[in-house]
């Protein structure tokens, strides 16, 4: 078995750091309650998450292993307008960052919160209600109070580093982050299941023993796990009518699995530091050849909207890009997303079908329907009986998938596909249809989108370490 310890001298934040992040959250506190107090607003803010709960790992010397956000809720009495609530809340937050030379950007939850760079750590400013339990819940975010406070009162300081050991595997095996392109395991969540198992090995092992879908833990025997249909069910501790686990995907639950069972088998200190993902151009070109498949991208601008509404657009389109592909019986063997969040999007397209031929044979009534079988005789009077029916042939609209696809990014077309408005508008303006062959030959091809290829080709590339 690995050492341990030595992973953990490197994801443990220094007690240095430990010191720099606790003094940083203090002073912005300070400073929020100050002006609060100050400008006779009732609000006080509060450490929450990972940094309160000592589950935090360290941003250390590598960009892919950086875990830190600092959670810094600006609580408001119930009786809060959600309007005051809103505007006092990020007023305090802008002052607060402002005062510290730090800088910030709007994002939005269940209501808009303040994400700012200080002193090289990300910051979130939330405004909460001051809630007690479940049952004043107001919004989403007010359950971060009760979480923090549950963890903090049944999470031992051993299993902290146990935590740590989980978040840091998951997050190297592509399984850690509840956000929707990820859609695998939030930071709660892990700290319920060692919380549950008792330490990392045994999560590990609980997982490949036990797990299926439809699995279901209930710390608080509140008997009512069976309300929920999610591949795993986790009853939130704190409010017996939610699933901590209702945003990890079956795909992410499988990948897990996976990844716990190759390391039970093979256990490498390697799975708890960033895989070295190589590829090459040439070698790309060769694989998709190889598949002896027609792959095809659909590259367009994107919207300029949050990752957190970006991401469920684009995937929405593509499995509705799918869907009218085989409707039409163009065969597809795969497909994909990926976006930079920033202005360019693209949907990967596998197709085991690109031509078909001109004609396809269209069912009619059963030849008991009097009146509908004449109706369709006259329209088709070449048509013949199959079984019960009348069958006949008519003549495809589209015969290769490339013009369906463009045909269906028209302004009439896309009435047939599911899209978001955001990027409906987007793709009625500009996209490009371009073949992965052709894209694989180009020189300044973007490295961000071979990376992709390569993991679509690829995608155990990070649930096993050689």
Known sequence: MIDFRRILDDIEPSKDEELRVRNLSLKLMEIINRTAHDTGVNAE??????????????????????????????????????????????????????????????????????????????????????????SELKSAVDRT??????????????????????????????????????????????????????????????????????????????????????????????????????ALTLQKMAEFRVAADNFLENPKKSYFYPKTITYHRETLRDEFKNRQTHSIILAFPTPDIPADAL????????????????????????????????????????????????FQKYSGPQVWDQGNSWKFLEKHPESWVEGDRWVTRTKRQYQDAESLIQGTLTSRGIKNLRVGKHLKKKLLEKYNLVDVLDLLIAEDADEDILKFLHCYLHKNELLIRD
């Open 311 to 358: 991401h469920p657009q684009i995937q929405k389109t593509e499995k509705s890009l799918v869907k009218i592909l085989e409707t039409d019986d163009f065969k597809v063997m795969g497909s994909d997303y990926w976006t930079d969040e920033n202005k360019t999007g693209i949907i990967l397209l596998e197709m085991n079908t690109w031509h078909l031929t001109p």
């Open 145 to 246: 109070l009760l979480h923090t406070e549950y963890i903090t009162a049944n999470l031992r300081p051993d299993q902290t580093k146990e935590v740590r050991l989980l978040k840091r595997f998951m997050k190297m095996v592509g399984t850690y982050g509840s956000e929707f392109k990820v859609g695998g395991f939030s930071g709660y969540l892990c700290e319920l299941l060692v919380i549950h198992y008792g330490s990392f090995l045994d999560v590990l092992k609980g997982v490949f023993d036990q797990w299926k879908p439809g699995f279901q833990i209930d710390l608080m025997n509140y008997g009512t796990a069976k309300l929920f249909k999610d591949p795993l069910v986790v009853v939130d501790p704190t409010d017996g009518n939610r699933n901590v686990s209702a």
């Open 45 to 134: 803010a509060v450490l929450l998450g990972s940094v309160a709960k000592n589950t935090w790992i360290s941003n250390g010397d590598n960009e892919d292993g950086k875990d830190l956000d600092i959670d810094i809720f600006i609580k408001f009495p119930l009786t809060t307008s959600l309007d005051d609530l809103k505007v006092q809340g990020l007023e305090l937050a802008e002052k607060c960052i402002t005062d510290i030379d730090g800088t910030y950007e709007e994002r939005y939850a269940s209501h808009p919160y303040l994400t700012g760079t200080i002193e090289g750590y990300m910051v979130d400013f939330v405004p909460c209600y001051n809630i007690k339990d479940s």
